[in-house]
């Protein structure tokens, strides 16, 4: 808006509720296929009593004189580069308009109070630790105002087996030297508690990896893997008898 000499600009205040922050802890497998979870949070909360108007029921709500009803205030200042106009939310009725005859005994007429509250969360799945998830108008309310926004941060715990790369479940599989020789069939329990055997292959290398297609973390892209990393571990002593059977196999060029 342009006043006087027409390099003023307009400011407006608005009222609104703080933002407030939480925290939650996820386990390994909440995180990945996502879950419903409740918080309570003690906040600035809209009174259940008057409903947020401040007055006690039934009273009546009289116009404010200091706006003239219009919730809000408006200065002209000016200065050698022209009028500015600025607007300020009424500080008497807190931009209602209206200021209630009789104030509410509950909420001292505020409209709000302090108060725990809980607040249900949609977890979504394939979510990552330290991520910040947004609820807009879950913060705190205030009178004549939007409610501020919540935010929630996530910690993710670890998994004893997995671990999470991008879509991807990692893991490493330790197996014998003679496994890694000559086969073997390992079973393998998903994050889902179902078991699957995997097939080993004879003559498999150290840090070689091995690909479970489509039981990775879930997302709108579709399912990541779960990979498997191969340790072949070696017998740190042998015995005689031991020794002797890879002395044949050195002979034959193993």
Sequence with gaps: DFFGGGMGRGTRNTRRGRD???????SFE????GIKKTVSINKQSTCDICKGTGGKVGSKMN?????NGQGQIREVKRSILGS??????????????KIPSEKCSNCKGSGVLRKQKDIELNIPSGINNGEMLKMQGAGEDIQGGPSGDLYIKVRVMGHSIYKRDGLNLTMDLPIKLTDALLGMTYNLKTLEGQNMEIKIPEGINHN?????????VPSSRGRGDIILRIQIKMPSKLSRKEKEIIEELKKEGI
């Design 30 to 33: 909440e995180s990945i296929f």
């Design 20 to 26: 407030i922050q939480t925290e939650i802890d996820l």
């Design 208 to 216: 070689e990896l091995l690909r479970v297609r489509g039981k990775g």
């Design 84 to 97: 500015f106009q600025t607007t300020k939310i009424c500080g008497d009725c807190l931009g209602n308009g």
């Design 63 to 67: 116009t404010c004189k200091t706006c």
